[in-house]
């Protein structure tokens, strides 16, 4: 069993920045990649950004390219997502979630957090 908690989330306005933490715990070997997805009110959960440790590699969905960075800390068994630049269509939930490799869609991921709402205000 993996847990994964997210927190880092609150309402910022919009050009600010944010950084979330997805700390995992429990059989944390049994993922080898963690990508983030986000859901606003009404639309369907989309994949943002993802990476995979063995080999390297990350990965982000066009909309957010040279304004998110995904980072991993093995020794805290966490995933961050910095996020700068913010624009109000980045209001949503953001959902973390684990795998075996970098996956795009969310039925491919085993294991997921709760969520952490992020608002952008115009």
């Known amino acids: 069993q993996v847990q994964l908690v997210e927190s880092g989330g609150g309402s910022v306005q919009a050009g600010g920045s944010l950084r979330l933490s997805c700390a995992a715990s429990?059989?944390?070997?049994?993922?080898?990649?963690m990508g983030w997805f986000r859901q606003a009110p009404g639309k369907e959960r989309e994949f943002v950004a993802a990476i995979r440790w063995s080999p390297s590699r990350t990965s982000y969905t066009d909309s957010v390219k040279g304004r998110f960075t995904i980072s991993r800390d093995n020794a805290k068994n966490t995933v961050y997502l910095q996020m700068n630049s913010l624009k109000p269509e980045d209001t949503a939930v953001y959902y973390c979630a684990g795998g075996t490799t970098i996956y795009y869609t969310t039925k491919d991921y085993r294991f997921w957090g709760q969520g952490t709402q992020v608002t952008v205000s115009s």
């Open positions: 429990g059989r944390t070997f049994s993922i080898a990649a």
